[in-house]
T-cell receptor, first 112, second 113 residues
Framework: KAGVTQTPRYLIKTRGQQVTLSCSPISGHRSVSWYQQTPGQGLQFLFEYFSETQRNKGNFPGRFSGRQFSNSRSEMNVSTLELGDSALYLC???????????FGPGTRLTVL | SQQGEEDPQALSIQEGENATMNCSYKTSINNLQWYRQNSGRGLVHLILIRSNEREKHSGRLRVTLDTSKKSSSLLITASRAADTASYFCATDAPHTGRRALTFGSGTRLQVQP
């Protein structure tokens, strides 16, 4: 099976802009989670989607949002970008009734 | 916020030696997972140990879990230069929902050839 894929791999934006990141889970996986990784805060959970519904949300402002499509692909959106949003954004997928989360290669977002 | 801390923060060893990393966490858990990350890339799943298990093996990896001490250790035996990476523990805790992993701060392992 192909692994989790994320696009784009690298992104440069300026403050105030918005950005959309995409994640395609492993075939058959219906759960997609998003994580942010920064040197200061480490790896932090953003949100999780299952069957197009957000099931769980981390402690992030409303500028961070996401959605999931019927084919389980997910997008996350960050509006009004701030310098502190510069991070590696990781997507993970999980099979039904399974505990292991499989991560994609990440999208490196730089906000100037 | 971080669930706990990993110890040591950095570890440098010679090829062939064993590497041991420790992870502590704060709350009760469903399971604990170990991941490897190479140079800011994606996380590679290594091993999962459930709260009712005490030890698990996978190839050169050995993981222990002590729920009374809220700690886990990852042992990599006969290390190789290719094992150079950051290693993270992640807990799946009831209070966060089964799908939100809480990560430790990571251990940076350098294996010298």
């Amino acid at each position: 099976k192909a692994g989790v894929t994320q696009t784009p791999r690298y992104l440069i934006k300026t403050r105030g802009q918005q950005v959309t990141l995409s994640c395609s889970p492993i075939s058959g996986h219906r759960s997609v989670s998003w994580y942010q990784q920064t040197p200061g805060q480490g790896l932090q959970f953003l949100f999780e989607y299952f069957s197009e519904t957000q099931r769980n949300k981390g402690n992030f402002p409303g500028r961070f949002s996401g959605r999931q499509f019927s084919n389980s692909r997910s997008e996350m959106n960050v509006s009004t970008l701030e310098l502190g949003d510069s991070a590696l954004y990781l997507c993970a997928s999980r099979g039904t009734a399974k505990d292991t989360q499989y991560f994609g290669p990440g999208t490196r977002l730089t906000v100037l | 916020s971080q669930q706990g801390e990993e110890d040591p923060q950095a570890l440098s060893i010679q090829e062939g030696e064993n590497a041991t990393m420790n992870c502590s966490y704060k709350t009760s858990i469903n399971n604990l997972q170990w991941y490897r990350q190479n140079s800011g890339r994606g996380l590679v799943h290594l091993i999962l140990i459930r709260s009712n298990e005490r030890e698990k093996h996978s190839g050169r990896l050995r993981v222990t879990l002590d729920t009374s001490k809220k700690s886990s250790s990852l042992l990599i035996t006969a290390s190789r230069a290719a094992d150079t990476a950051s290693y993270f523990c992640a807990t799946d805790a009831p209070h966060t929902g089964r799908r939100a992993l809480t990560f430790g701060s990571g251990t940076r392992l350098q294996v010298q050839p």
